[in-house]
């Protein structure tokens, strides 16, 4: 049996508990999380054994993996301290909120000879593993333009993250649509260009950015128009929006994710989710399959994908980003290594 320590008890914390729960020959053997709701709530409705610290989880359960999923800006220490126990990891997207950081995660999963996913579930997304296999086929041809949008209500950075304010819609969220670009691209990206604005959600006590447009190029000349922002309006269907295009020299997939197949008309008219939920009481959906993609091919000795360097190549990126946010010019993006 494999044991799996799981760092943060939130929302992501729990979908990992219950995912696992689903696969043979995998346990969830403890979970850390130093806020005493978070661990009360993990205790009564997961029935888990709960640290107060990751080091202490670490410490007394003997573990094989650890899932780091606790707030975007606080990924190093657990992930760097479960590498050097020895302990393959699955760490929350985005991997760090600098590079600096990113690198002391790579360079301890490197030093330790452990494997480590990023937890860029978008992967395991029906539409965009159809676009990837379009792209692959050679049925798009040449990748000459991507653009995508992923947004988020209010709600996401004034009420559900406690901790938006040390984030931004670019670690958030632009760091999903940033893999999925490199992924479809195939090609590095070399210089990024961002504007935004910092005002609506400052004003409500969260000191961060409302919005971030950014144009990024790639060594091929290709380029992808990414849009992130924080300040959709609560009455939207859903608190999510997503579209993504790609153009290529022989055809363009284009993808909606927000209308999910399923309208719902009543007080509000919302989108009900249909690409996360439950069946037969059982979680579905892309981030169930992420996670247990994670643990069967731990059980099976087979690599992790995305990579560490996946992650840090999405970090090194949006760190250009908020570079041009502030400085307002083009930003290039150093050489990877
Ligand atoms: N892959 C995805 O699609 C996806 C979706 C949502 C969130 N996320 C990411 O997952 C991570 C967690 O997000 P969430 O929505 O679960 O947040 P959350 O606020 O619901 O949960 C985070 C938990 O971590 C705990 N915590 C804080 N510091 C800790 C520490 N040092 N050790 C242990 N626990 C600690 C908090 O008390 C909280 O219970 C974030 O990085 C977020 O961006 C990823």
């Known amino acids: ?28 053997a403890g979970i850390a999380d130093p806020a005493d709701r978070a661990a009360e709530r993990a205790r009564d409705e997961l029935g888990v054994q709960v640290y107060p610290s990751h080091r202490e989880l670490f410490d007394r359960e003997r573990l094989d993996a650890a899932i780091v999923a606790t707030p975007d800006h606080t990924h190093r220490a ?29 360079d301890a999963v490197r030093g330790a000879g452990v494997e480590c996913m990023v937890a860029f579930e978008n992967r395991w997304n029906p539409s965009f593993v159809r676009a990837r296999e379009a792209v692959a086929s050679g049925e798009v041809g040449d990748v000459l333009t991507q653009s995508a949008r992923l947004s988020n209500t209010y709600f996401v ?27 479809f691209s195939g090609h590095e990206p070399t210089r990024v260009y961002a ?28 380029v992808a128009s990414l849009e992130s922002l924080w300040v959709l309006p609560d009455s939207m269907p859903s ?3 997503f579209k993504y295009q790609i ?9 909606d994710q927000q209308d999910q197949m399923s309208w719902q008309a009543g007080e509000q008219f919302v989108f009900p989710r249909t690409l996360l939920l439950e069946v037969d009481g059982r ?29 840090l190549r999405v970090t090194r990126l949006i760190e250009a980003v908020h570079r041009s946010l502030d400085s307002g010019s083009p930003e290039s993006i150093g050489p990877q290594g």
């Open 157 to 183: 950075p004034t009420r559900m993250l406690s901790w938006a304010g040390s984030s931004s819609p670019g670690w958030f969220l632009m760091t999903h649509i940033a893999d999925l670009a490199l992924w």
């Open 1 to 28: 049996m494999l044991r799996v320590g799981i760092v943060g008890a939130g929302i992501r914390g729990t979908m990992y508990t219950r995912a696992l729960r689903e696969v043979p020959g995998i346990e969830v």
């Open 78 to 106: 657990p992930a760097v301290d479960a590498a050097r126990a020895g302990l393959h990891l699955l760490v929350e997207k985005p991997l760090a909120t600098s590079t600096e950081d990113a690198e002391a995660i790579r």
């Open 195 to 222: 504007t935004g604005l910092r005002r609506e959600l400052r004003a409500r006590g969260v000191d961060t950015w409302d919005a971030i447009h950014a144009l990024v190029t790639f060594d091929d000349g290709s």
């Open 247 to 255: 153009v290529g020299s022989r055809s363009a997939v284009f993808v």
């Open 283 to 311: 979680p579905q959906g892309f981030s169930t399959w992420m996670a247990q993609s994670f643990a069967r091919r731990l059980i099976g000795g087979e690599r992790l994908e995305p990579t560490v360097e996946d992650g």
């Open 239 to 241: 608190i999510v929006d």
